[in-house]
């Protein structure tokens, strides 16, 4: 079984930063592929970014890219998305996702086998 924790949301004005992070249980996080996803509410959970097990390999959704970075640190265990420019429409509840063993990355919520509880960012205009 597999834990995820994430931290650092919270509120922020229009412009900001925030970074994000995910602590992970399990003593293979290193074979874990990566995603963070976020939820804003009446829609659907979308993909945001993700990083496969070795970190060579990265996914943005276009309305995050060159403002969002995916990072980890095996030997922490933990992931982080660092958010930078923030828009009002960031505003969401962003969760990370784990993918035990998973060969390059998952970019939908069906690839992805166990999810943290989320956590809320909201981005004042």
């Known amino acids: 079984q597999v834990q995820l924790v994430e931290s650092g949301g919270g509120l922020v004005q229009a412009g900001g930063s925030l970074r994000l992070s995910c602590a992970a249980s399990g003593r293979t996080f290193s074979s874990y592929a990566m995603g963070w996803f976020r939820q804003a509410p009446g829609k659907e959970r979308e993909s945001v970014a993700a990083m496969s097990w070795s970190g060579s390999s990265t996914y943005y959704a276009d309305f995050v890219k060159g403002r969002f970075t995916i990072s980890r640190d095996n030997a922490k265990k933990t992931v982080y998305l660092q958010m930078n420019s923030l828009k009002p429409e960031d505003t969401a509840v962003y969760y990370c996702?784990?993918?035990?063993?998973?060969?390059?990355?998952?970019?939908?919520?069906?690839?992805?086998?166990?999810w943290g509880q989320g956590t809320q960012v909201t981005v004042s205009s």
């Open positions: 996702a784990a993918s035990p063993g998973r060969l390059g990355l998952g970019t939908t919520v069906g690839e992805y086998d166990y």
